[in-house]
């Protein structure tokens, strides 16, 4: 899916629910986003390995395989930010908003 459809279609459908869970918003943008992007470099159907692609003239495969760290890098920062939202939250904080 698309992220400008997600954030349009599903982020007013979340954003009620992580209020009244206590999930602070700016932490539900970041989960949201990173998910987004895990999204967009995920095999089979991720956007971003088929501009790669093009762009590089690489093989689909080879660049399906050259993401693989990074991906695996996005999936380790999303457990860490899911799990500890000071991550996402410390700089916010420190700014006064949040």
Not at 48 to 72: D, E, H, K, Q, Y
């Amino acid at each position: 899916m698309e992220p400008s459809a997600i954030v349009l279609i599903l982020a007013p459908i979340f954003f009620p629910i992580a209020m009244k869970l206590g999930i602070d918003p700016i932490h539900l943008g970041i989960v949201m986003v990173v998910n987004m992007e895990i999204g967009l470099v995920h095999p089979p159907v991720g956007l971003n390995l088929f501009v790669t692609s093009a762009v590089t003239g690489m093989p689909l495969g080879a660049t399906i395989r050259a993401a693989l760290p990074w991906l695996m890098i996005l999936l380790l920062f999303l457990i860490l930010v899911t799990y500890v939202p000071l991550i996402s939250l410390w700089l916010p904080g420190l700014l006064g908003m949040s």
